[in-house]
């Protein structure tokens, strides 16, 4: 199986909020926020959030990777890099107001936005996006999982981030977490935390996404 990285495109969005809406769905935040019967629902605002980001957001870069015999896209990222803004206004019209596209009636609105919150003041409190890089999503369909795609799509980033001797930043959700501390991740000790019965869900379990940064790392030997 030969993998190819790539820009997405804006035809892609749809595609994109399908894999991420099955690859998150082992997560309680997740099942809790959007449900299991309106999948249509959420693929449709995730995909509208990643098309907003990548026409607006000049921090923005989307990519995917793809299957190359059947041309599928089993996996991507959404990484920001370091980038400053001219004014206030041109930030908040490259982010978004924190509502994001408003939640479909068939999601927890209170929850998402609730969450939301949670991640923008984390990132106000650790992070300089003048300086830093985030990687904001990475996700890999489930059927596709443990073969080389994610890493693919943190190397993206990583190689970047070490040839500007810059850190990434991002907040963990389980899967991710062992896979980050091996790339040099280390955990901010702050985490948030989601009950997903208290948010509805019944016996939905404990989520919990670990706020982590990577030090900057001086890359040797080439200068591209
Ligand atoms: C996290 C995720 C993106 C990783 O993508 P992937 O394509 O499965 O990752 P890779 O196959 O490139 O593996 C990356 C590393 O993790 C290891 N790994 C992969 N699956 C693993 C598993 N189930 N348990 C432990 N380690 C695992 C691999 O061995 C590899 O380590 P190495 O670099 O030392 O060889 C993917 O599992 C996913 O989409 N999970 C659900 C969504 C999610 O939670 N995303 C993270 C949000 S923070």
Request: proline share 4%.
């Amino acid at each position: 199986m030969t993998l190819i990285l790539a820009p997405a495109e804006e035809a892609d969005v749809l595609k994109l909020a399908a894999i991420y809406y099955d690859s998150f769905r082992y997560d309680p935040y997740d099942r809790a926020l959007f449900s299991d019967t309106h999948k249509e629902d959420a693929v449709n605002y995730l995909a509208e959030d990643d098309l907003y980001a990548i026409r607006n957001d000049p921090q923005t870069r989307v990519i995917k990777v793809t299957e190359s015999g059947t041309n599928e896209i089993i996996g991507y990222a959404r990484w920001e890099v370091p980038f400053k803004f001219e004014s206030e206004e041109a930030r908040e019209k490259a982010k978004r107001p924190n509502a994001l596209p408003p939640f479909p009636a068939s999601a927890n609105g209170a929850l998402g936005t609730h969450f939301q919150t949670q991640l923008s003041e984390r990132k106000k409190k650790y992070m300089d996006t003048e300086k830093d890089y985030t990687l904001v999503i990475i996700v890999v369909s489930p059927a596709y999982q443990g073969k080389g795609a994610g890493s693919i799509l943190l190397k993206y980033g990583i190689e970047k981030a070490d040839r500007d001797g810059a850190r990434i930043y991002l907040t963990a959700a389980a899967a991710g977490y062992e896979i980050y501390e091996k790339k040099g991740w280390k955990s901010l000790d702050d985490t948030i935390v989601v009950d997903a019965e208290q948010w509805g869900l019944p016996n939905g379990g404990i989520s919990k996404t670990v706020c982590m940064m990577r030090d900057a790392v001086k890359a040797s030997g080439h200068d591209s």
